[in-house]
């Protein structure tokens, strides 16, 4: 499996560039234990000395050049550093792009955490979205989804003229999507998770995650929505994709 | 024998050992790092294999300290440049002085001769009798002048040889010093990188039991007599067959496999070790493959490709965690884990082991290096990670893959490739780091030639920044060097050079003091603390 990227469609282009909103976010990020590094910093890894929560000296040098322009892109690395193992949340990745398609991902090594029993994954998916929701609500984005490599298609300016058409793996609909779908029709459709955030949005998880055997799938999610699902996100390059007429290398 | 020459034999065991450099000498004798990694780029470009197999003399700690010994090597061999010229003016001094003294000694004689019997030109001294020597055919006055002109040139050029000598002897302990690290910063016994994980994990179909019936039916098939041969007998063959039952599989799945495995021109070896991999995940996926992802697999490949994976991976099934490779190419059949068995393949005799685990942040299992290279004297075995990028994504809405967007790409660079690099160097400490990635993919996508730049010139910058060495294969091909973080090793000390060392400095001493400790003039002659008056 190739990472799990969830993209974060904020209102406005501006925000990219904001410092009020990235400042915002490292807040809400440093009091979830996050430590946020620059990403060429050491890397914290199962036996590394538990660093303190905080923006490092580096990484407040690139927010700056970023923000003065002199950098077209900020990426970030997010270590948890609770010491508590059963509340620790997941590292993961992220940066900004002001002039790029309109999101921000957040990137988490699906080779580092959904791996192994169902249980263990679904453990740390659950851990995830109580970080992907805080952030949400810090940012209030019009639309979160996971993205996948096997297809959805969605960009900024569908999100904009609200056309999504696909339900994804986990999707986080703004107020104004919300509308658009019909609360009523999110709030009853079958769904693994569903939750109301505070500012009008929900959060709609339609199939367990990582389960073998789920017993709510994505399609039926999908058909009591209007929508069609989006491809399998923990697939990435699968050796049929070749250019027509050319033979496979094996 | 002159002083100089006195001089270089004793430093000739010292000077030798460094003369193993001379290739290096004038890269390292700079203070940039860069040039050692100008040096390393052009090694592994010379030679891909380096770059799997790094040597430690040029790359980490070992490569750190050879600049920092050169650097203590270049100021040693500037103050013995120094200390030979000034050595090479005392040996001249010396010269002048013997002739000065032979030659006042044989006009004193000749003197003595002529004034042998008379009362007031008995006792000679330098002053008295300076005019009598005169007269013998000798210049007393400059000459005198310029014997004690010498004789102060001679002291000061003592001193300042003493200075210089100590200085050259604190230089020299500061090389001793250096190489005593630099062999402790060797690899003594480079074992295979360290995998935290302690204990296999046992996948859950080990318990059950074997459906009799099931087996039964294989038995009338005759597989376990029909595959044995070779390293498997037919009791190890009649065990896989049970274990692949007891794993889910029916025996009519396990008969069609193995005939299909046949049909296309795997033999006996080739099958039986397929098989085997099949049921040797004992990585994160313990429980995987299922029976299900395995009768699907062999659905979907065919002919040739088949036969390729099947005999691509009995070749490399003796390497441990092969199996686990297996699982991931039966569980996702993703293009980069057949790009990963490729490789491994052709490089097989130099990898030590294929997906390694280690504990994630939370304390469980995950992935970790896909291909850990052996390591040898003075090299380690790089941690090496393929990818095979199409930079493509699948469009439901049109049916079609799509080429990435910029950003999708500078993303995927930054907050996946990068990230992964800085894992495995916090997990595999010291260790070099390298990012192969599959050229025929590489030199084609994107298919915008000038975006296809754009995205490799990034890659390359991201990933070495990041310290990892990028290559491209087949061929093997070196694109960029990452820099090696500082490995920690315990070797002995090398006892041979410093002792060397210590001798020369011994050697040294013994020629500017005569062994007594303490500088000394030529013998016989006081330096006066002024010289006499001009006549």
């Excluded at chain 1, 282009?13 to 990403?39: K, N, P, T």
């Excluded at chain 1, 792009?97 to 921000?104: H, I, L, P, V």
């Excluded at chain 1, 709609?204 to 999908?222: G, H, K, M, N, W």
């Excluded at chain 2, 004297?377 to 469009?395: E, F, H, I, N």
């Amino acid at each position: 499996m190739e990472n799990m990227w969830l993209r974060f469609y904020l209102r406005t282009v501006e925000e990219f560039r904001d410092r009020e909103a990235i400042q915002r976010l490292f807040v809400v990020l440093l009091s979830l234990h996050y430590r946020l590094q620059g990403i060429y910093e050491p890397a914290l890894v199962w036996d590394s000395r538990l660093l303190p929560a905080v923006v490092t000296p580096v990484l407040q040098h690139e927010l700056e050049e970023y923000l003065a322009g002199h950098t077209r892109r900020l990426a970030i690395s997010a270590y948890n550093v609770d010491p508590d193992l059963a509340t620790r949340n997941l590292d993961f990745s992220m940066s900004f792009q002001a002039d790029g398609d309109g999101y921000f991902p957040i990137s988490i090594a699906t080779d580092e955490y959904f791996v192994g029993d169902e249980d263990v994954m679904q453990d740390a998916y659950l851990r995830l979205l109580e970080m992907v929701k805080k952030v949400y609500l810090c940012l209030h984005p019009l639309y979160v989804h996971e993205f996948s490599w096997q297809g959805g298609g969605v960009d900024r300016a569908k999100v904009l003229n609200k056309e999504i058409r696909y339900l994804y793996g986990t999707n986080i609909f703004g107020p104004e999507l919300v509308e658009w779908i019909g609360r009523e029709r999110l709030l009853h459709a079958p769904a693994w998770r569903r939750e109301d955030l505070d500012d009008g949005g929900i959060l709609f998880v339609p199939s367990e995650r990582f389960a073998q055997q789920p017993l709510i799938t994505i399609d039926a999610a999908a058909q009591a929505l209007g929508m069609e699902p989006a491809g399998d996100p923990d697939v990435f390059f699968v050796d049929e994709y070749e250019e027509e007429g050319e033979e496979s290398e094996e | 024998m002159s002083a100089l020459d006195t001089l270089i034999n004793w430093l000739a065991p010292f000077l030798d050992p460094m003369n193993g450099f001379p290739n290096y000498a004038d890269e390292i004798n700079t203070i940039h790092n860069g040039s050692l990694q100008k040096f390393r780029e052009q090694q592994y470009k010379l030679d891909p294999n380096q770059a799997l197999q790094q040597n430690v003399i040029i790359s980490g700690s070992f490569a750190n300290n050879i600049q920092m010994t050169g650097d203590d090597f270049t100021k040693t061999a500037a103050d013995l440049s120094e200390f030979i010229n000034e050595a090479n003016k005392l040996a001249e001094v010396s010269e002048d002085f013997a002739e000065a003294v032979g030659k006042i000694m044989a006009a004193l004689e000749e003197a003595g001769a002529q004034l042998e019997g008379e009362e007031a030109l008995t006792e000679i001294t330098a002053d008295v009798d300076i005019a009598a020597v005169a007269e013998g055919g000798f210049n007393p006055i400059a000459d005198v002048l310029g014997l004690i002109l010498t004789i102060v040139d001679g002291a000061l050029l003592i001193n300042t040889l003493k200075n210089l000598a100590q200085e050259i002897q604190t230089d020299i302990k500061h090389l001793q010093q250096d190489l005593a690290v630099l062999a402790n910063s060797a690899v003594p016994d480079p074992g295979p990188a360290p995998q935290p994980i302690q204990d296999p994990r046992t996948p859950g179909w080990m318990n059950k039991p074997v459906d009799q019936a099931q087996l039964q039916e294989l038995n009338t098939l005759g597989w376990d007599t029909k595959l044995a041969g070779g390293p498997y007998t037919g009791q190890d063959v009649q065990a896989i067959l049970e274990n692949l039952l007891r794993m889910g599989l029916s025996a009519s799945d396990i008969n069609t496999i193995i005939t299909q495995m046949q049909a296309v021109g795997c033999n006996n070896e080739q099958i039986v070790a397929f098989l085997k991999g099949l049921l040797s995940s004992d990585g994160a996926y313990p429980n995987s493959p299922t029976p299900q992802s395995i009768t699907k697999w062999f659905n979907d490949h065919k002919g040739k490709s088949l036969y390729n994976i099947v005999a691509q991976y009995a070749a490399i099934a003796g390497i441990q965690g092969a199996g686990r490779l297996l699982e991931r190419i039966i569980a996702t059949n993703n293009t980069g884990y057949y790009y990963e068995l490729k490789w491994i393949y052709e490089h097989r005799d130099m990898v030590a082991r294929i997906e390694d685990i280690a504990p994630n942040r939370l304390g469980n299992p995950s992935q970790a290096g896909d291909v850990i290279m052996k390591s040898k004297q003075y090299a380690l075995g790089a941690v090496v990670d393929t990818k095979s990028l199409a930079w493509m994504v699948y469009d439901k809405e049109t049916e079609k893959y799509r080429p990435m967007t910029e950003q999708e790409m500078l993303s995927f660079i930054s907050d996946k490739l990068v990230p992964q690099v800085k894992r495995d160097e916090s997990l595999y400490r010291g260790y070099p780091i390298v990012y192969v990635f599959d050229s025929s993919k590489w030199n084609s996508y994107p298919a915008d030639a000038a975006l296809r730049k754009q995205i490799q010139q990034e890659l390359i910058k991201q990933l070495t920044t990041a310290g990892a060495t990028v290559m491209t294969s087949p061929p093997d091909q070196v694109l960029g060097v990452g820099q090696t973080p500082q490995p920690t090793t315990s070797a002995g000390p090398n006892e041979t050079l410093p002792q060397m060392l210590e001798n020369g400095v011994d050697g040294l001493r013994k020629v500017l003091t005569g062994g007594s400790g303490t500088p000394q003039l030529p013998p016989g002659q006081i330096p006066p603390l002024e010289l006499p008056p001009a006549s």
